[in-house]
């Protein structure tokens, strides 16, 4: 391997490091602007292209290093498998880093300038998007949350969206490179173009407006038992419910909402179904317990597996689900998890792939179906509850319907999946959300990390990474709809527009 490429590799994990829970953005810019020197500097565009493959291969290893932890909660597969599936995905998401690479290299100049930072900012926007849905999509980790700390940057994301945003980091460093080769006029140019950004992003924003809502006003009641996936087996499903129970607290005299985790709720709570699927457990009794937690006023939302069955009885599909739970003990709503993990949820291609001895890896023989996609459950008196379960929120214009614009998100997610690395990467991930739509996100976690989100970003409460424990907190405000949130990814084909269109016009006129 030449000394270019092996560096673009090393660069490519270093600029992982910018990403939670390291959070070293510094080091992600310079990483980046390296790496544009080394694609600028390609003698053929196969020597690009193998720059930008390698660059992504080093940095998406890092970044989803997490998923190695997947596999040691599961026996269909040998849990060794699971050191290669961090670089298994990174040999085909690294694809997208090589088509930016060759965009960039094309449309380079004699050396590197504003114009080919610009060009490097569309042409990540580009892939990055694509990154979002092809093949059902993987956008974990877009190069925006490197931003989540400096909440001022990220709060250009209700502008301008998460992609765009990520373009717009790349243009930093190219600049970066263009400083380093001693031209500052452009970095001053485009220093205060972002400082003013970030002044009038804010104020452009109208005021948040509290809905009406009864008095006194509502709470969230956040749930986090700490049990983990090695704990959780047929077995426990006693103690997990009453776990969930014990914590979730008694009525008081505010409205309450109670989430609960995914993943914790074992017992079927639809009625209707053959006897064969309760046992000993009916549905209604177990509603019935759940509901001695509220208060008149109060509603429980809680991740469980719903089931659906042919005209003989014999069961047609299942969901991943989220219940909204009366203090009648009745379901007032349900909402089928629309964008399903592959591998985790549903083994795609599975007349190739069991023969092979491949499995997925969340426990049972039945795959999950997908919902029809974003929609809010009601809360009576207080408003419309969004729900995105798990790995659905990090799908960037995609976790609200448009025609029922809700006060909040719900956001349960079984995060034990995802070692130490994957749930502070989550966790950025939500609250990017929260910018973009301007909502407040409430997230649900067995083990950690379960938060309350304001609508611009500010993380309200959380509690820990391996710990247990409720968060009990008044219910944030919903700001009025952002920029982004009316237009959606629409904003990133724009941002890259321009610049290119500005690449173009500083070629013209260097001309």
């Not at 193998?50 to 040998?78: C, E, K, S, Y």
């Not at 490097?120 to 190069?143: C, K, M, N, V």
Request: glycine share 10%; with cysteine.
């Amino acid at each position: 391997m030449t000394y270019p490429a092996l560096f673009s590799l090393l660069l490519g994990a270093i600029a992982a490091l910018g990403f939670a829970p390291l959070e070293l953005w510094p080091l992600t810019l310079l990483a980046f602007a390296g790496w544009l020197m080394l694609v600028h500097a390609a003698p053929t565009w196969r020597a690009a292209a193998w720059r930008g493959w390698l660059f992504g291969v080093g940095h998406f290893t890092i970044n989803n290093n997490w998923i190695q932890h997947a596999f040691t909660f599961q026996d269909a597969m040998p849990p060794v498998l699971g050191y290669g599936a961090p670089i298994g995905l990174a040999l085909y998401l690294a694809v997208f880093p090589t088509a930016a690479a060759l965009a960039m290299w094309r449309w380079r100049g004699a050396r590197p300038d504003a114009a080919f930072a610009l060009i490097a900012g569309a042409a990540w926007i580009a892939t990055e998007w694509t990154r979002s849905w092809l093949f059902t999509g993987y956008p974990w980790d877009p190069l925006a949350a490197i931003w989540v700390p400096l909440l001022p940057v990220a709060s250009l994301a209700a502008l301008i969206g998460t992609y765009a945003l990520s373009g717009a980091t790349v243009v930093v460093a190219g600049l970066i490179l263009v400083a380093l080769r001693g031209r500052w006029q452009p970095v001053v140019v485009a220093t205060a173009v972002l400082l003013a950004a970030m002044l009038v992003g804010p104020l452009v924003r109208p005021p948040a407006k509290e809905p009406t809502l009864p008095d006194p006003h509502p709470r969230l009641v956040v749930v986090q038992p700490n049990i983990g996936n090695d704990l959780r087996v047929e077995q426990s499903r006693e103690r997990s419910l009453a776990d969930l129970i014990r914590r979730s607290g008694r009525p008081g005299p505010e409205p309450r909402l109670v989430v609960w985790p995914e993943g914790l709720v074992y017992d079927m709570l639809e009625s209707g179904y053959p006897d064969a699927w309760y046992g000993a457990r009916p549905a209604e009794r177990v509603r019935a317990r759940i509901a001695q937690t509220l208060g008149p006023r109060d509603l429980l939302m809680t991740n469980a597996p719903t089931l659906s069955f042919d005209a003989n009885g014999e069961i047609a599909g299942a969901a991943n689900s989220v219940l909204s739970i009366t203090p009648g003990g009745t379901i007032a709503g349900r909402y089928d998890k629309s964008h399903l993990v592959p591998y985790g949820e549903y083994l795609p291609m599975p007349w190739l792939l069991k023969p092979l001895g491949l499995a997925r890896l969340v426990p049972g023989s039945i795959d999950f179906g997908p919902g029809p996609g974003p929609r809010a459950l009601e809360w009576p008196g207080v408003g419309s509850i969004g729900i995105q379960v798990c790995y659905e929120i990090v799908f960037s214009g995609q976790v609200v319907d448009p025609a029922n614009r809700p006060r909040l998100l719900f956001n349960p997610s079984n995060d034990a999946w995802f070692g130490s690395w994957g749930p502070p990467q989550h966790l950025a991930q939500a609250r990017l959300r929260a910018i973009e739509e301007g909502l407040p996100i409430v997230r649900a976690t067995p083990t950690g990390i379960s938060a309350v989100i304001a609508a611009d970003g500010t993380l309200l409460a959380s509690i820990p990474l391996g710990k247990a424990g409720t968060i009990d907190a008044p219910m944030p405000v919903p700001f009025p709809p952002t920029l982004f949130s009316r237009v959606g990814n629409w904003m990133a084909l724009l941002v890259a527009l321009l610049l290119s269109a500005g690449a173009v016009a500083i070629r013209w006129r260097g001309r």
